[in-house]
RNA sequence: GGGCGCGUAGCUCAGGUGGUUAGAGCGCUCGUUUGACAUGCGAGAGGUCGGAGGUUCGACUCCUCCCGCGCCCACCA
């Protein structure tokens, strides 16, 4: 018998078996190999490089490697794709943050050398996050790691964008846009997050300039400076005779509009049926420049759009005495200004949600700019039909209708951003200003030259691309596209996508407009989206809050199993996952009970062992076979629909209350003998639950099979076959759950009266004599276990009271079922139930009315 | 304003197409250091399934309304 430690070392464990894995290349994935087998393929949504690992990274990726390892061992030949994202704005950010603390700004260094700098970080710590994800035991195909800013993925970029300009579906346009002031760049409609905060509402004063005044009312006083009209709703009879008329801003000469005109400070007040006459003072003033719905209004009255807010956040020449503020101080100062002057008629307190940058929560300024945008409508309206024709299966079910929901709302994409870190736009202007988009700068020439019919220079677009716009083509850009290579062939159509829903609209959405437009294909067959992992209040993990677990810290407590289990049982289909360290514990005592089960096992092992199918003989070995084929069958249900926290449970239940607890416990006697088939089946039921865990628990599995002494190993479970149903007894199972009832009852009784052992008196299995703790003896008085067995436990009298006690409260809860069931079979039940129903109805009874008048028989002779 | 979801034991949650004596894990109580494991073993206590109606022979499960909670999108002058 080989020595094995007592308690499972899960540290030297995870480091010995990963390297092994590692050198042995199981997790590679190549075409040769994929030829003529069965294709898995499943996408790592790319950690961003600036990430360090969090929660949601291991609930991702341990989703992904039940999956991979659960196919593998299924027969399918599994490429999973890992990779990094340049994440354009964070990664920059970060990269700033080092430039200042040696107090020079990004502009200081120029382009060139900031780009530099930013890949030597990228270099030096962009992949501690992929060493991180190794501690948690995944498999993807780490020789195949790529990143969204190598040299192959930014040419797919290039190309992408290339082709939907060609095709009409990207275009240059002057729009107001979302603008993050700190990031110095434009954003998209959802790269804004908008959250309730109190504020204030400011009720000003506006002068008509016939006399008197009309008051508007506004959440940002610092934007009149830009305003160009006041508008009221046509039907209000408060403003009806004052449409038409003008108000003349206070403290505000003349200004320039967009498109260099002067704009004075008399404004008219106009009537628009968007108004709400309950809000406020009825009476709007409209900034085109700084506001949406101002912006919609000012093209329909075609009023000019007068900026005041400039790019860096401060008011600009329009504002006059204020330029050069900021545009918050400008608000106190504005404000002040209209007090001082009578013009302001009141403050409110107000709830409002401004809208605040994704990457660093600075509050966004709408303004207008020249921008690239994607055309949305047409790439949805694919990705549409694709998910009604059933080409795409989203799990769960619910978030189809919010994908559809947000496709059929989409907006046009903004993807240019005015920052240095990504994708430069492939856009080159000519002279006059003429775009030319081109895959480098020869092809562009090529065309401005064949346009100006002479030699030009261009001028490359300074501007970059949303990270999303690199990321939408992951799925087919890391296979080589838009070369027709291999891999694509062998592993596109991807099949597994998995992500959190918070991603469902910046990724997988537009991961499906990608692919259906650039490949013709769904680039997924299933989209599984997991819930947000939260604190035990049920509060999002954030940095502020500080409430979110250190996971090397977890991983040092519970061990990669542990916390893999832990946050896998923690996960329900798509909603919300309220974290609990306690689960993790729960994991990590599981797998040392995997561990102790097996320290039993081998001790009863010598020499090489040869795997026998066995041939049971006892009722406890035909049940262990029958309900281990149980588990097999609903677990391999539970995978292949991805109901993870089942498939969790499931195991849990074999192992523990299964194998452990009755299996293990019957086969004592047995493999003490030195009984082979007694020591066959336990170890073919062993066996099999190592591989219906691996996926789960790949450490302990792998380390527990390392230990045992078989002849034939493969080098890792993953590499062996998922188990088959190959037993059926279904009355032996019966037969024997019915004892173990039974002994629960005996041992229940024992524990009642305060004793460990008891005499035991009938015809049963040998099992029950053991397992309930029974012994051979005389007594003065034996009571029946209420059960199918004849079989009695010995007593002395004074035990007797308490055993009357709680046969009578038996007798009670008894009494009462069979009364309701009683009623039932008596009513119209009868009559409209469905035959098997009723059938089943009467079988319940007849059993409960047995039960009942043992329990009866048996207090007549204790009271007797 | 549009959409989605939730409310079952102290806690976290299971309970396809209506028929179970309503389950699990944790926690709690009692007992227990017997050579796999105290990260353990054995035995228990604990729920009028948010509320009110309705459909039905029968509702935790279906319908309506109400109460409470959460989220997404839009709006927020």
Redesign the pocket.
Known sequence: MKEIE???DFKEWERFLYSKWLDAKVFRATVDEARGKRVFTIMMPPPNVTGNIHMGHVLDNTIQDVVARFKRMTGYYVLWQPGTDHAGIATQNVVERELKKEGKTRWEVGREEFIKRVWEWKEKYGNLIIESLKKLGISPDWDRLRFTLDDGYSKAVIEAFVRLYEAGLIYRGYRLINWCPRCGTALA??EVE?E?ESGY??YLRYPLTEGGYIV?????PETYLGDVAV?VNPQDERYKGLIGKRVKLPFVGKRVDAEGKEVYPEIPIISDES??????T????ITPAH???DWEIGEKHKLPKVQVIDFDGKINENGGEWKGLDRFEARERIVKAFANAGLLEKVEK??????RCYRCSTVIEPLPSLQWFVKMKPLAQKALEAYDKGELIIVPE??G??YK??LE?V?DWCISRQIWWGHRIPAYYGPDGEVFVGRNYEEALQKAEKRYGEKVELKQDEDVLDTWFSSWLWPFATLGWPEETEDLKVFYPTHFLQSG??IL?FWDARMIMAGLFFTGKVPFKVLYLHGLLRD?Y?RKFSKSLGNFPDVFELLDKYGADGLRFGVMS?T???????F?E??L??G??????M???N??IN?YLEGEVDLVKPNPTKPYQKWALHMLGNYIDVITKNLENYEF??YV?NL??LI??NV??WL??AS?PYIKEGKREALDVLLYVWINSLKLAHPIMPFITDAIYETLPLKNKEITLMKTEWPRREYEYPDEYEYFEDLKEA???F??I???V?I?SAPYRGDVDESFVFLAGAENGDAEIWVKIPSRFEVYIGLTREQKNKVVQKLN?ERE??LS?VS??EK?LS???V????KH?IE??RE?YK??KA?LSDIERQLEMLNG
């Open positions: 007592k308690t499972y409609d959802d908008r309730e509402i400011y508007v009312a506004t959440t940002r508008a108004v709400d006459m309950g809000f406020g009825g009476a709007v003033k506001d949406f719905n107000h709830t409002y949600s401004p809208g619910m978030f209708k919010v929901n947000w709302n907006k829903w918070d609209f035990k049920g923690l329900p289909e798509g909603r919300d996952i309220r609990d306690n689960q514990l729960v990590r005592n599981f797998a040392n009970k561990w102790n089960i320290r039993l001790m926290d089942d449970k849990y239940h523990w209350s452990a607890d293990v416990e004592k002994i629960t009852v041992r229940s024992k524990d009642l305060g460990k409260r809860e008894l079922v309701k069931v039932k009513s119209d039940f009559h409209k139930a469905p129903v089943n109805e319940k059993t409960l039960k």
